[in-house]
Every structure is written in structure tokens, then in C-alpha cells.
């Protein structure tokens, strides 16, 4: 029965159940962690062969070049021909990074307001206002990115097709909106995938701001954990198509392909930006690191070898999926106060609780034993406005450690609501 439907005689039998049940966790002393998506041991497991993909002088020589020593600032070759593939872009369109595309995303920015972008008429530190457009529920490093360099967000609303276009195309009519986050594929934390349309015009923007910056952040471009690999456009073709063809950097990185933090990262964009930013790279490195490059390449090899290991990822992430949202299907669809989605890759459940429920519900877990995202932690400013979006990731755990999470989960969802129902 819904929990709208019952009286207050109904929902004080029902809190007082609900209470026992959370008493009884908490004796546990659980100590759960479904914080961060980060990959489980299993998954690491299954990419040791990075580790022994170089062990000889021999084979650290590749296409005349020494991946010991300097040189090769935009990554070597074949590390450029292999995220090309995965992309669907151009070799010359990418440039290799270091462990972390986050890095790569932060170093664009920062660049932005030291030396301005390619088209920039000034850098963005020397501007009054710099504004970004935010899709929210969005991803928190970006918005901590944003918040850091002092930018105003503004907060744009998604939808199951990506971010409401509609307002996006009448946000960047203002000069002062610079540019804005996408995490097109599996976004985090709804896992949605943004349509064809939501796309095209995307890359179709007409910015008052002649340096308005895309960031597209691919990081889950081959994650499916429920089914096969579903391809997306190459944005970079997209935007020059329609006139746009230095607006867009894109982002991807293999931390959740092999391991994260030590894995090799790319930023890709039209050939004059990456130039001009070569020329700024330059200046702060002589290279990156190419034999983590070369031992990458070597055991990830292409895109067909690189899907089937996604498919082994996708058999130890699923079940832990299932295992959420089956929960969820079974203890809360019933009692109407959360809605979520039904991703099928990247690494989250997003939930939307009844408004003014996701911050109590989360200080519930935590007494329990059960570390979660904070909430507000997936929009700008760590402001939630109807505090009601909880991120789950459910990759760390192990299944049964999962069962209880998410057990706790639920128990505590359902004593915040029955609270507020009680104290209304
Ligand atoms: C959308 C998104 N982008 C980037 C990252 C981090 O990627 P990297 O390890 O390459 O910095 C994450 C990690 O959770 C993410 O969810």
C-alpha cells in the first residue's frame, strides 16, 4: 500500500515496524561502503595482464620509438590510433593524457582562464563573469571543477533524452555562459544515454560566446553491463558539420576498463585545438607516460578486443545491479516515496526520493554502518533543491555485502519517509 494512502494510524504501525527493523541493523555494526564507483577486486583482477604487457627493452620500442624516453608529447601513435577507434574520431584528433581524463578536464578549464581557448578574446580570468551550464543530476567533480575556478553555474534540468535542450539553447545566448558539462553515454549517476536529437542539437549550439567550451566527458563510452556495446556519434565530426568545429574537447579514459588512477587517459578535439593546446602542453611537460601507453595498447589491443573484456566487466557488475534495483522494485516501488532508473551500463543507480527525504535518508544509513554519496552531491554548489537525489554505486561491494546495503538502503528510505508523513 502506498504510504500517501494510509492514515496516521496506519503510518504509526507502520513506522513502529520500520523503527525495530532499523534498531536491529544498527546492532549489526555494519560497515558498508556504496559510496564511489569504483571497480570491485574481480574486476581489477581481470586486467592483471597490463601489469606484465611490458617486460623487456625489446618490446618497449614501438613504431621507432622508445616509449622510455621523451618525446611523442600528443601520446604515441598507436596509443592516438587506439583511442581514435574506441571514439570513432581521427588519430590526430587525440591527444593522450596522463592516469586520469579528470586531470585532462581540469587542465582544459584551467587553461581557459589563464590563456584563453583557441577562439577566446580574452582568458576567462580577466572576464567579470564566467558562467557554465550544469545538467543536474550531473557528476560532482565537474561541478567542484566549476565551483573551484569561481564560475556561476547554472543548473540545467535532465531529461531521459540528456540535458533539457530547450534551455540549454536559450541559456547560451548569454555571452557570458562559457560552456557546459555532458557525460553523453551513461550519465552519472542516471545512466542515461543522450538521444540522437538531444545530440544534434547539441552540436548544432549557436553560442553568443565565440570560445564556448563542450566539455564531453565520454568516461563511459563502452560500459554496458546489461546487453551489447551501443555505439554513439563522434561528436567532434558532428560539430564541425554544423559549423561548430572547435567547440567541442572530448574526454575518456580507461579507468574503468583496466585500473583506475593507473590507467592512460585522452582528450580529443579538432585538430587546431589541439594544436594550439599542444602549444600550451608544452610548456608544462615534454611527455606523458608512455610506457603505461604502450602496455595499455598492447593488452587492450583494439576496440573488438577491448568490447569483450567490457563484456567480462559486465558480468560481475550485473548481478550487483540486479541485486539494487530488484531491491528497490520490491520494497519501495510498492510504498510510492522513490522513483529511479533502469540503467543498463556505467556505474550508478540514481534514486529520487519524495522531495526533502535524501539528506535524513542518508544520515539514517550512515548510523547503520552504510557510507553513501552525500547528499546534493550531484548538483551544483552540493545544493540539492528538492533534496531528494540519492547516487548509489553499487560496483565496490561484493553481492552479499550488497544485499545488506541495500537492505539498509531501504529501511532507512522508508523511516525518513514515514517522519515526515507522521510529522506533516
Ligand atoms: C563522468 C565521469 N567522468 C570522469 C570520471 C573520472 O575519470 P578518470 O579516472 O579518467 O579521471 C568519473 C569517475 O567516476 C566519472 O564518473
Known amino acids: 500500500m502506498e504510504y500517501s494512502s494510509m492514515n496516521k494510524a496506519q503510518l504509526q504501525a507502520e513506522y513502529d515496524a520500520v523503527a525495530k527493523d532499523f534498531e536491529a541493523l544498527k546492532a549489526k555494526g555494519l560497515k558498508l561502503d556504496m559510496s564511489r564507483g569504483k571497480p570491485s577486486k574481480a574486476q581489477l583482477d581481470l586486467v592483471s595482464g597490463v601489469l606484465t604487457a611490458l617486460t623487456t627493452p625489446e618490446e618497449c620500442a614501438v613504431e621507432g620509438t622508445d616509449a622510455r624516453n621523451y618525446g611523442e608529447l600528443a601520446g604515441l601513435p598507436c596509443a592516438r590510433r587506439y583511442f581514435a577507434e574506441i571514439l570513432g574520431c581521427k588519430p590526430e584528433e587525440c591527444f593522450m593524457g596522463g592516469n586520469a581524463s579528470l586531470t585532462l578536464m581540469y587542465d582544459t578549464i584551467s587553461k581557459a582562464y589563464t590563456h584563453g581557448l583557441l577562439h577566446s578574446e580574452k582568458p576567462w580570468a580577466k572576464l567579470d563573469k564566467v558562467k557554465f551550464l550544469c545538467p543536474a543530476p550531473g557528476y560532482d567533480r565537474h561541478f567542484k571543477i566549476s565551483q573551484s575556478f569561481g564560475m556561476e553555474m547554472i543548473t540545467i534540468e535532465m531529461t531521459e533524452n540528456g540535458p533539457d535542450m530547450d534551455a540549454v539553447e536559450e541559456a547560451v545566448k548569454d555571452p557570458a555562459v562559457k560552456g557546459m558539462w555532458c557525460v553523453p553515454k551513461y550519465s552519472n549517476p542516471e545512466g542515461v544515454i543522450y538521444s540522437d536529437e538531444t545530440i544534434r542539437r547539441i552540436a548544432a549550439l549557436k553560442p553568443a560566446a565565440p570560445d564556448f567550451l563542450l566539455m564531453w566527458d565520454n568516461a563511459y563510452c563502452i560500459h554496458e553491463f546489461d546487453g551489447d556495446f551501443v555505439p554513439f556519434p563522434d561528436i567532434i565530426s558532428l560539430c564541425r558539420e554544423a559549423g561548430n568545429p572547435d567547440m567541442v574537447f572530448e574526454y575518456a579514459s580507461t579507468s574503468k576498463v583496466t585500473f583506475p588512477g593507473a590507467g592512460i587517459s585522452v582528450m580529443a578535439s579538432s585538430v587546431d585545438n589541439i594544436k594550439y593546446m599542444l602549444g ?121 555485502e550488497l544485499e545488506q546495503a541495500i537492505a539498509v538502503f531501504c529501511t532507512c528510505l522508508k523511516l525518513a519517509a514515514l517522519e515526515k508523513l507522521l510529522a506533516a
Not at 552504510?370 to 528538492?386: H, Q
Open 280 to 400: 600550451l602542453l608544452g610548456i608544462q611537460t615534454i611527455s606523458y607516460d608512455k610506457v603505461n601507453q604502450l602496455r595499455h595498447v598492447r593488452f587492450l589491443k583494439d576496440k573488438a578486443t577491448t568490447l569483450e573484456l567490457m563484456k567480462k566487466h559486465a558480468a560481475i557488475m550485473k548481478p550487483k545491479f540486479d541485486a539494487v534495483v530488484s531491491a528497490l522494485d520490491k520494497e519501495i516501488a510498492p510504498l510510492g516515496i522513490a522513483q529511479w532508473k533502469r540503467p543498463k551500463g556505467g556505474y550508478f543507480v540514481s534514486v529520487d526520493t519524495m522531495d526533502g527525504l535524501a539528506k535524513r535518508t542518508l544520515a539514517l544509513c550512515k548510523e547503520v554502518g552504510v557510507v553513501m554519496t552525500g547528499a546534493g552531491a550531484t548538483f551544483p554548489y552540493g545544493v540539492d533543491p528538492r533534496d531528494r537525489n540519492i547516487r548509489i554505486a553499487p560496483s565496490l561491494p561484493p553481492v552479499e
